[in-house]
């Protein structure tokens, strides 16, 4: 059992959740993802690490309560504990021997960019920063953000903070001011990372993704997280999660997410009712 | 007085038009009137050939006999002195290939029904339990060994060496002990509780079970034997990663790994209705399995058992059917149409990105291959669409090649599996490996077997 030593809202449906996994926080590396189950019942589901702490033994995690398991997970208070978390899994984003890059993140994904871009700095790269969200409300992490980049840009969709539009428009403003960077990273929905990918495609800039698709063991044995890249079937589990994204295929990627679905759907509401009656 | 009745005493089973709707155990198991019945038949030879055909050499004339007496808890000293796992054994092992192919009663009439003895007496135990009081643990000898992985390769390892006095700790990735006896094969064929008595008896004497922790990427080899003071690793990590064909479409929705499909029902258990774990809907859905093998047979199984009409695709014809006989044979009851010589050339997909249907191409059989097996042919210009909403692909498995990356001085062949020599040894100093990581996909008792001679084999190097 792996107890939650801190529990806090970043936003009402935004939450960090700080671990105690010594094993795990020993050995993580940005880029790097855990796989959690809530409780006896619960789905595996992988989250990619935002933060860890080797000396405490505690690996923090940003979680957007989003479905069924996430639900049950935001009931979980500090002290309580989760049934199972084992990691660190995946390969560790590369961050060495880079000059300059530009990080891109969207929503809770800038949870997981943030270490990256870390990384980058620290690894003495001139590193901006293009974060998006859906409105002022769920903006994140922006102090830690503006605090390792030179250049950050916020937007969101509505234009009630920052500079009003896509992730995209705003890069592409940066890369037509003339910036070279050696790398785009780019970590959020499929969708964005797609059209990420496709802005940055005409300029010819390595664009590096990070995947999350559906998984189950994050070893490789299941090989439910497959993807086409190149041409080729990968496992985001062993081979990735970061991926060219100008190699993704994209289409088959965004379809094969949606497997579940309606399955999650169904899942969310019904724990969403159990949570109400208990409640009452 | 021996029972010279030429047939084996029949399996009481489920009926199949009851079973293909539940995932209850098909087999139900002798009485205790029927396995002495069935032990009588046994001719005690005195060299019994059926004990060089166990990969664990099970002594079983010496068991059969206590059976016909009577005397099961007796039964169950004897299996239990070579065989850490009897009612797994007496459950998944292909005894037509091994003890029972070689029973002198065969030649004539049907052999001895051992493996039905086998689980009778694993059952009774667990059921009835030890027959005056705990059996004695074992004194510790002081010395670590390290275990990576929990399947049938690692818990005979662990359970041969605990009984030794070693103190063994067995590292395992998911969060449930097992290996593929929990994720692969299904609760219908191996009932889970069963798994978990034999883990806990093992426990019993001593083996510390690690769950969640991934060699490779939690900790490495090094750091086990280097910080954590292990003197001996034994590597039983599994098979590794499902193969699939390289034919377009295989990522469409609804293609699935016969490595996931099983896992989601089996490990996550997402057929019932309290899991929180999806799995595709297949009431009255029409599914595909492609393969032949044992892991074909239960993904079928499984499939017809979530409401699908079902089709086994296979390149060979009937006869050479990789799976076990027995494993065809309840496939075929329950209702799996075997569209054999047959292959898939590419699979279809709707505006949805979801499986519409599979391309076949029909085969005939050429000359026999490498393998022995007579190849198979395609057949020009007989290409048909199989109208299907999902494909499971049971192409077998490639090597992981986690532990081999991370592990100093370890050498791994073409194919990726692990190179030992025939103690288990591995190209590094106090590393065995066994099992499926060594093989490639094979069977249960083989991977127990390759577990027990890395145990010999690490007692004797660390009792020198």
Not at chain 2, 102 to 115: A, H, L, P, T, Y
Request: one cysteine or more; proline letters at 5%.
């Amino acid at each position: 059992m792996y107890r939650i030593v801190t529990k806090e809202a970043l936003k009402p449906t935004v939450i960090l959740y700080e671990i105690e996994a010594p094993m795990v926080a020993k050995k993580a590396q940005p880029g790097q993802f855990i796989i959690l189950r809530v409780d006896e019942n619960g789905e595996r589901i992988p989250i990619t690490i935002h933060d860890y702490d080797r000396e405490k033994g505690t690996v923090t995690i940003i979680v957007q309560t989003i479905g069924a398991t996430t639900e049950k997970l935001s009931h979980k208070q500090q002290g309580d504990f989760l049934q199972d978390f084992v990691g660190p899994l995946g390969v560790p984003t590369h961050t060495e021997g880079k000059k300059k890059v530009c990080v891109v993140g969207g929503g809770v994904g800038c949870a997981i960019a943030y270490p990256v871009l870390k990384k980058f700095h620290d690894c003495g790269a001139e590193v901006h920063a293009v974060v998006g969200f859906k409105n002022k409300d769920v903006v994140i992490l922006e102090e830690k953000f503006k605090a390792v980049s030179s250049v950050l840009k916020v937007c969101t969709d509505d234009g009630s903070y920052g500079q009003k539009g896509l992730v995209t428009e705003a890069l592409k403003e940066l890369l037509d001011a003339g910036h070279q960077y050696d790398e785009i990273f780019a970590i959020g929905p499929m969708v964005m990372m797609k059209f990420v990918s496709k802005t940055t495609e005409p300029y010819g800039i390595p664009t590096t993704v990070s995947m999350s698709p559906i998984m189950i063991d994050g070893t490789g044995m299941c090989g439910g997280c497959r993807l086409t890249v190149g041409g080729e079937t990968k496992f985001a589990c062993v081979d990735g999660p970061d991926f060219d994204g100008h190699k993704v295929d994209w289409d088959l990627a965004v379809k094969r997410n949606q497997m579940y679905a309606e399955f999650e759907k169904h899942k969310h509401e019904e724990v969403c009712n159990l949570f109400r009656q208990e409640v009452k | 007085m021996a029972n010279m009745r030429l047939d084996k005493n029949p399996m009481p089973a489920q009926d199949p038009n009851v079973r293909n709707k539940n995932f209850d155990e098909v087999a139900l198991g002798y009485t205790e009137e029927m396995a002495i019945d069935e032990a009588k038949r046994c001719l005690n030879c005195k060299n019994p050939k059926c004990v060089s055909g166990c990969p664990v050499n099970v002594r079983i004339p010496e068991f059969i006999t206590r059976v016909a007496e009577g005397d099961f808890d007796g039964a169950f000293q004897i299996i239990t002195s070579t065989n850490s796992l009897p009612a797994i054994c007496g459950r998944v092992c292909p005894q037509e290939n091994q003890c029972e192919g070689q029973c002198i009663r065969g030649i004539k009439g049907e052999s001895v029904g051992i493996g039905r003895l086998e689980r009778f007496v694993a059952d009774y135990h667990n059921a009835h339990g030890h027959q005056g009081g705990a059996p004695a643990k074992p004194e510790s000898n002081g010395h670590k060994v390290a275990v990576v992985g929990s399947g049938p390769a690692g818990l005979t390892c662990a359970g041969d060496l605990a009984r030794k006095g070693y103190d063994v700790t067995v590292y395992e990735a998911l969060h449930l002990a097992g290996g593929v006896l929990v994720y692969g094969i299904p609760e219908f064929r191996l009932p889970k509780a069963i798994v978990q008595k034999e883990v806990k008896r093992l426990e019993y004497f001593g083996v510390k079970v690690v769950t969640n922790t991934v060699v490779g990427r939690t900790i490495t080899i090094d750091e086990l034997m280097e910080e954590e003071g292990f003197e001996a690793v034994f590597v039983g990590s599994g098979a590794g990663l499902p193969m699939f064909m390289n034919i377009p479409g295989e990522n469409l929705k609804g293609v699935f790994s016969a490595n996931e499909f099983l896992t989601r029902i089996n490990l996550m258990k997402a057929y019932r209705e309290d899991s929180d774990t999806p799995i595709m809907d297949l009431k009255g859905k029409k599914v595909a399995v492609v393969g032949g093998g044992n892991v074909a047979m239960d993904a079928a199984r499984c499939s017809k058992r979530l409401g699908a009409e079902v089709w086994v695709v296979y390149r060979r014809g009937m006869e050479e059917l990789p799976a076990r006989h027995e494993e065809v044979e309840h496939a075929i009851e329950e209702g799996i149409i075997f569209k054999t010589l047959n292959n898939p050339i590419a699979i279809n997909g709707d505006e949805n990105g979801a499986v519409a249907s599979m391309t076949c191409i029909e085969m005939e059989l050429g000359e026999p291959d490498a393998s022995g097996r007579r190849r198979p042919i395609e057949k020009v210009g007989s290409e048909f669409d199989l109208p299907v909403d999902a494909v499971i692909m049971s192409l077998g498995t490639s090597p992981n090649p986690l532990i081999k990356s991370t592990t100093k001085g370890l050498e791994v062949n073409k194919k990726g599996g692990i190179i030992v020599n025939e103690d288990g040894l591995t190209s590094r100093p106090g590393v065995y490996a066994g099992g499926d990581a060594v093989t490639g996909a094979a069977t249960v008792i083989l991977a127990m077997g390759a577990g027990k001679q890395a145990a010999k084999a690490i007692d004797e190097a660390l009792s020198k």
